[in-house]
């Protein structure tokens, strides 16, 4: 098992955003974690990365408890990507200057700016265009695929994607979900953070429903459809 | 003619200075959303050291170009050092507090300093005239203005050139710029913002001690300098922006220019002119003429 995530506590303040939460992904595996907004995927999220201290419970990664590790450690040594819902594109760096922090950063399985740079113009050509584009002057689409490429140029293991679909046209999602393929293929787990139960479970080879910070559901992403109570408490109704 | 000159070149040696304090406070700000008030007493603390080894040493010791190059490093390691020791002891316990404790305790270690100047140093000012007198003075019509003035400004200006390069042209600068317009990302890009943190506001500091240790052979190391200092790089700073470079280099410029042109012809109202000027942009543009 890559991750696993087990019975975690995690607070905010006085506010318990997540409960014995527990979860696992294996190599080379997608998963998806579903639920409404406020459901506790973000929180989940800064929590594998680091941002959020854990409270109770363990993760653990490749064998390795990082539970106490810093998100730089996790980022640089361990080998979690991080791309935020928001995007958070440095805006005044230009994207080649985003991209590139993660190169300049990665001490895991270090490779040349020039292979890098290859792999992801493989994956978002696109880029290219907008290479020595400031951050503040992309779109949002754009500003999404930076955020990827930027959390892939650390040659990650495991690939977190908070959102990665939000906001995107039908034929822009359409793009995402193939390079979410192609970045599969480079050997790389990855978790989505996603809020629309149908392109989870169009993306995902394994689905976890989250609802007030507890996991709900763990199993075939087709299979959510079966049980229409669950539907829509992942859908906020 | 000639006095325009040097009215022009008294206002570019009053900026200069005003940058490299400005700047430093700049770096910290940027990177750390701390407002340094010691800062002023880092930029005296870079004056007294330079002082000091000047006249305990004796000039005689620094041959040639090495008097001017020795002393002031020998100053604005003193301060990277004093730096060093302050940031992770007095700082770091204060960065997930309320702002006004981060005020505080940098008021409080201005205060510190300076009864530490007075402590270690005595009341009164210490001054090092020779390496100013030795570089003699150029004509400029009739009048004649100090070689030393010069080599100041030029330091400004090889400071702001070198400070471009090292945040837009260097990695180092990159992950700098990246960090202060979001820690919490950069840290998931796997910058160690702690080590960061340490290394800019030691960076901050030697700046402020450069300009210390470089104009107290003009002026002299007195108690209140750094205080004194301090507003007006705060002026510059309103006028600039907060945070900003390039607000801190056109801010020095204006600062110093209306500096000059108050002493000169509304000397009573100097600094209140000054202020006013801050006011106006303040008022006009909150974020100064360059800030976010």
């Known amino acids: 098992m890559l991750l696993e995530v087990n019975n975690i506590d995690v607070n905010i303040g006085a506010v318990q955003v997540l409960r014995d939460l527990s979860m696992n992904i294996d190599k080379d595996e997608t998963v998806v974690l579903v639920g409404r907004n406020g459901a506790g995927k973000t929180s989940t999220i800064k929590s594998i990365i680091g941002l959020y201290p854990v409270k109770s419970g363990k993760i653990t990664f490749d064998g390795k408890d990082i539970t106490g590790l810093p998100p730089h450690v996790r980022a640089t040594r361990t080998g979690i990507g991080y791309s935020p819902e928001d995007s958070r594109v440095f805006p005044d760096l230009t994207v080649e200057e985003n991209i590139k922090l993660g190169i300049w950063l990665s001490k895991h399985e270090k490779m040349s700016e020039k292979d890098m740079e290859e792999t992801i113009f493989n994956i978002f050509p696109e880029l290219k265009r907008i290479w020595n584009r400031r951050g503040l002057y992309c779109s949002g689409g754009e500003k999404k695929m930076v955020s990827i490429a930027r959390a892939l140029s650390l040659r990650p293991k495991l690939l977190l994607l908070d959102e990665a679909f939000e906001g995107l046209a039908p034929v822009v999602v359409e793009r995402f979900i193939k390079a979410v393929n192609q970045i599969k293929q480079l050997g790389i787990s990855i978790l989505i953070a996603e809020s629309n139960v149908n392109i989870a479970a169009k993306v995902g080879e394994r689905l976890y429903a989250i609802d007030r910070g507890e996991i709900i559901y763990a199993g075939d992403p087709m299979k959510i459809f079966q049980d229409q109570t669950l539907l829509n408490t992942i859908r906020g109704y | ?292």
């Open chain 2, 1 to 292: 003619m000639s006095i325009y000159i040097i009215f022009a070149l008294n206002a570019l040696l009053f900026a200069s200075v005003l940058f490299l304090l400005t700047a430093g406070l700049n770096i910290i700000y940027g990177v750390m959303r701390i407002i340094n008030l010691a800062h002023g007493n880092l930029y005296a603390l870079g004056a007294y050291v330079t002082a000091w080894v000047l006249l305990t040493v004796g000039y005689q010791a620094f041959p040639g170009p090495l008097l001017y190059i020795v002393p002031p490093i020998i100053g604005v390691l003193v301060v990277g050092l004093g730096a060093l020791i302050m940031e992770p002891t007095l700082l770091r316990p204060m960065y997930k507090r309320i702002e006004e404790f981060q005020l505080l305790i940098t008021f409080g270690v201005l205060l510190i300093l300076e009864d530490l100047f007075l402590l270690i140093f005595g009341p009164y000012p210490l001054s090092v005239r020779e390496p100013y007198t030795f570089l003699g003075v150029s004509k400029i019509g009739d009048l004649s203005y100090p070689n030393y003035n010069f080599l100041v400004i030029a330091l400004g200006f090889i400071v702001a050139f070198a400070l471009w390069f090292l945040l837009y042209k260097t990695k180092f600068g990159i992950i700098l710029r990246a960090t202060s317009l979001d820690r919490e990302m950069a840290a998931a890009m796997g910058v160690n913002v702690k080590s960061l943190f340490t290394v800019s506001f030691v960076i901050g500091a030697m700046i402020a001690g450069l300009a210390g240790g470089f104009i107290v052979t003009k002026d002299t190391a007195v108690l209140g300098m750094g205080i004194e200092a301090l507003v007006l790089a705060f002026v510059v700073m309103v006028i600039g922006g907060l945070g900003s470079m390039k607000g801190a280099f056109v801010g020095a410029l204006i600062v110093g220019a209306l500096r000059q042109i108050g002493t000169a012809y509304f000397p009573e109202i100097e600094l209140a002119i000054l202020w006013l000027i801050a006011a106006v942009v303040l008022t006009i543009k909150p974020q100064g003429l360059f800030g976010r």
